[in-house]
C-alpha cells in the first residue's frame, strides 16, 4: 500500500518543516517547491509565477472544477493559470504513483483523495505563528505585529479560497483532515517521533 | 511533571475507549465513571442524577463560573446541582494531584488547565459514530438512522454547552485542543501505541 501524507497547514505553525522533518525520517521524499520547479521547469514559466498560482489564485483552478463536474474537456488553448493547474494535478498524481512520499500543500489531499492519503493538518496560536514568522523573517523584513498578522491572515484566506474550488470540505475543519496538530511554542522536531508511529498505525507497519 | 491527559470527544466516536486503552498501555488510570460513582459516593447522591448533572447540566457549572469571575464565595446552602460541580471539581483536582492519569470528558482539560494537560479530541464522521453506536446499543434498542442521529446531536449539544460555562473556548474547535484524530471507521486499538509514542514527544520521556 502507497503512503501518500498530505500536510496542509497554517501560515507560520512549522507545518512544511514537519512534512519536510517526518519524510527524513520515514525515508521518503518530500514534496514542495519541487512541484513548482517541475512545472516551471516542464511547461517554460517562471518559477515565481507558478508559485503564486499553484496555491494562491481561485481562477487557477477553477476550470478544472468546472471539466470534472460537467465532464466538459478542457479547451485545447488553455490560459496560463489554467495549464499550471493542469500541470501540477498531473505532477502530483505521478508524484504519488512513483510511491511513498509526503506532499506539503496543494490541495494534495484532495487532488489525491483516490490514493487515500492519511491527510494531516498543522496549526498553531496566533501569537507562536508571529514568534515563528518574526524567527525566520528575511534580515531587514521588520514587519511590526499587525503586519505579520495581515500577512498570516491574507495567506490563510488564499489557502482556503484555493480549496474551496477543488472541494466542499472545508480548510482547516478538522473534518477534513485525519489528525490535527497543534503546534503553538513546540519544537517541531519534538514531535517527529510520534507522527512516524502514527503513520506506522495508520497505514500498519511497512515488513 | 504530571502527566495528564485529557479526552474529550464526540458521541460514538470511540473515545471512551480510546482513553481506557491509552491509559492501559501506559499504565497509568482512567478516570470516567469512578468520577461519578465517588461524587455520589462521597455526597449521598444517586449515581444515575449525578451522571446526568455532571455533563449534561448548564445550571451545574453557572455558579462556578460565577464564583470564579466574581470571587464570590459559594453560599453554605446550595443546590444539588451545584453541589455536584463542585465536588467534581474537587475530586478531578485529587486525581490531577495523585499523579499520571487519563480524565474523559467533564471539562476536565479546562478544570485542570494549571496541571498543562495534553488535551486530546476524538471525532468521526456522522456514518461512523452511527455504526459504532449501534454496534454498541443494548439488546432491543433499535432505534433507526434519523434518531441516532438526533441523539448523537443531542448528546454532543450538551457537551458544547457544558463546556460553554467553564471557558470561551469551543467544544470541538480544533484551537482548544493539542491533538485531533478522526476515528472514521478505525479500529481504535489500532491507533494507542502512536497515541504512546505522541504522550512521550509531549511530556518527554519517562526516565
Same mark, same amino acid.
Given at each position: 500500500?502507497t503512503r501518500?501524507?498530505?500536510i496542509?497547514?497554517?501560515f507560520?505553525?512549522?507545518?512544511?518543516?514537519?512534512?519536510?522533518?517526518l519524510?527524513?525520517?520515514l525515508?521518503?521524499p518530500c514534496y514542495d517547491?519541487e512541484? *513548482?520547479?517541475m512545472i &516551471?521547469?516542464?511547461?517554460?514559466?517562471?518559477e /515565481?509565477?507558478? +508559485?503564486n498560482?499553484s @496555491?494562491?489564485s481561485i481562477e487557477?483552478?477553477?476550470?478544472?472544477?468546472?471539466?470534472?463536474?460537467?465532464?466538459v474537456p478542457?479547451?485545447?488553448?488553455?490560459?496560463?493559470p489554467?495549464?499550471v493547474?493542469v500541470a501540477?494535478r498531473k505532477?502530483?498524481?505521478?508524484?504519488?504513483e512513483?510511491g511513498?512520499c509526503?506532499i506539503v500543500g496543494r490541495?494534495?489531499?484532495?487532488i489525491l483523495?483516490?490514493?487515500?492519503?492519511?491527510? *494531516?493538518?498543522v496549526? &498553531?496560536?496566533?501569537?507562536s505563528?508571529?514568534? /515563528?514568522c518574526? +524567527?525566520?523573517?528575511? @534580515?531587514g523584513?521588520?514587519?511590526?505585529?499587525k503586519?505579520?498578522?495581515r500577512?498570516?491572515?491574507?495567506?490563510e484566506?488564499?489557502?482556503?479560497q484555493?480549496?474551496?474550488m477543488y472541494t466542499?470540505?472545508?480548510w482547516g475543519?478538522?473534518?477534513?483532515?485525519?489528525?490535527?496538530?497543534?503546534?503553538s511554542?513546540?519544537e517541531i522536531k519534538?514531535?517527529?517521533?510520534a507522527?512516524v508511529?502514527?503513520t506506522e498505525?495508520w497505514?500498519?507497519k511497512e515488513?
Open positions: 500500500m501518500i501524507i498530505t496542509n497547514r497554517e507560520g505553525s512549522g507545518g512544511r518543516e514537519l512534512g519536510k522533518r519524510a527524513d525520517a525515508g521518503i517547491h512541484i *513548482i520547479e &516551471a521547469k516542464e511547461n517554460g514559466f517562471d /515565481r509565477y507558478v +508559485a498560482v @496555491e494562491t487557477a483552478a477553477y476550470p478544472l472544477t468546472i471539466g470534472h463536474r460537467f465532464n478542457l479547451m485545447p488553448v488553455m490560459d496560463q489554467i495549464r493547474a501540477q505532477i502530483l498524481e505521478n508524484f504519488a512513483k511513498d509526503v490541495c494534495a489531499d484532495v483523495r483516490s490514493f487515500d492519503p492519511l491527510r *494531516i493538518f496549526y &498553531a496560536s496566533m501569537d505563528k508571529v514568534a /515563528r518574526q +524567527a525566520r523573517a528575511p @534580515e523584513e521588520n514587519l511590526s505585529r503586519e505579520m498578522e500577512r498570516i491572515h491574507q495567506v484566506k488564499s489557502r482556503a484555493f480549496r474551496e466542499d470540505s472545508r475543519a478538522k473534518e477534513s483532515y485525519d489528525l490535527c496538530l497543534n503546534t511554542h513546540r519534538d514531535l517527529i517521533p507522527l508511529s502514527f498505525c497505514f500498519g515488513e
